[in-house]
């Protein structure tokens, strides 16, 4: 019915827009125009000030890892980043456009947000296949001049630390103390290891779809995609007891699962029983969870949360990146560090109170009016604490 989810709308009031002596056309645009225009060239800064510069973000996509579908292509891409966009206006009052593009070379991407870098203030990198995105952020990064933002390293890791902090204070269990498997050694589950690890978990193992990655799998498997340096640095920052074995293998007396390898059913009856008492189950993918909420509450799981609306606990990366979005464009900040992140982290989970606080409401629903301003302080904070 709609014809998709967004539009641009004009700021400016029609109200004498074409009166001949008092209309604003002439200000808005010839000749007016160009006064702005020259002062913007000899300060580019005053672009944050006279453009919408200052607001707007570029959602970039090459279709190449859409939700769960995989390589769905740009076209198919779009409606996901239209509804994204939605949310960044909703939530954040940001201007953000879909930037679903033709071309999946890693060059070529870095290459095109370099160009259309002038009139955005912040950069949300979505839906890119891994590791090369995050090649792409890396690469961008070091030759951008405004934060790059990518949703599944970024966000998902946020949300994902949010909800174990609380899902911890319900069992009684500390972070530094308990063993946490990971299941997905992709871009979330990269951000995941190093979100966890900058907050002080000490004992992570993640799996692949060959098993568990250790260092001594690194050396001895030169030949396979081990060559992958951000599993090798995934490798490097976890498994210390040099673990190996399949996930079946691995989960056994685990504190924690967290699921994000885009399959579905991956974790049984049998796992959930060899895992701690007290267990903490985060299935993540979408839209099939690696196990079902119902399935996960048979075993000796407390607490069950997935990525999706339809069950408990949805932990949404959208309570995330509208609120760190409006704070970076606000700031005008560069960059977004690991111990920004895990502040950040920390700041959404303590809107759950201890009255409020269950095992079915871990973390705060999207909508929570709190979120904005909660994240906003947070942030702020830690950046003139730097």
């Known amino acids: 019915m709609l014809k998709g989810k967004i539009e641009i709308q004009s700021r400016i009031s029609l109200e004498n827009l074409f009166e001949e002596e008092k209309g604003t056309l002439g200000l808005i645009y010839t000749p007016g125009v160009a006064y702005v225009s020259k002062e913007i060239s000899n300060n580019k800064e005053l672009a944050y000030d006279y453009t919408s510069k200052w607001n707007n973000v570029a959602i970039v996509c090459d279709g190449t890892r859409v939700l769960g579908l995989g390589n769905v292509g740009p076209e198919a891409a779009i409606p996901v980043m239209e509804g994204k966009a939605v949310l960044f206006k909703i939530l954040g009052g940001i201007n953000a456009f879909p930037l679903c593009i033709s071309t999946q070379n890693k060059d070529e991407i870095i290459r095109f947000v370099k160009e259309i870098e002038p009139i955005f203030g912040a950069i949300n990198i979505e839906d890119i296949e891994s ?7 890396e690469g961008l990064q070091e030759i951008l001049s405004i934060p790059i933002f990518h949703d599944d390293q970024h966000g998902t890791a946020v949300i994902t630390l949010a909800a174990l902090i609380n899902a911890l204070r319900i069992v009684g269990k500390k972070l530094d103390a308990i063993k946490l498997v990971i299941a997905g ?3 979330a589950g990269y951000g995941i290891v190093k979100i966890l690890h900058e907050a002080g978990c000490q004992d992570i193992i993640v799996t692949d779809s ?3 990655l250790s260092i001594d799998r690194d050396n001895n498997n030169s030949s396979d995609d081990m060559k992958n340096q951000y599993k090798l640095e995934i490798s490097q920052k976890t498994n210390p007891r040099k673990l ?3 996930l079946a293998h691995v989960i056994e007396g685990a504190d924690v ?10 974790l049984n009856h ?4 060899s895992m701690n008492h007290d267990a903490i189950v985060f299935a993540l993918s979408n839209p099939d969870p690696e196990i079902l909420p119902s399935d996960a509450l048979q075993g000796r799981t407390r607490i069950v949360a997935t990525g999706r609306s339809d069950f408990p606990n949805q932990i949404n990366n959208a309570v995330v990146f509208p609120s760190i979005l409006r704070v970076l464009l606000d700031i005008r900040a560069k960059t977004l560090s690991q111990d920004m ?10 809107i759950v109170n201890d009255t409020h606080l269950r095992e079915d409401y871990i973390i705060p629903k999207v909508n929570d009016p709190r ?12 950046i003139q604490n730097m």
């Open 270 to 273: 049998q796992m959930i029983q």
């Open 131 to 137: 590791p090369k995105v995050l090649e792409i952020v």
């Open 244 to 246: 190996i074995g399949n």
């Open 185 to 187: 050694a992709g871009s």
């Open 257 to 266: 699962f967290i699921g994000v390898s885009g399959k579905g059913g991956i």
């Open 371 to 382: 979120i904005l301003p909660t994240i906003t302080k947070a942030l702020r904070d830690a």
């Open 210 to 212: 060959k098993g568990a």
């Open 341 to 350: 992140l895990v502040t950040v982290a920390n700041a959404i989970a303590g």
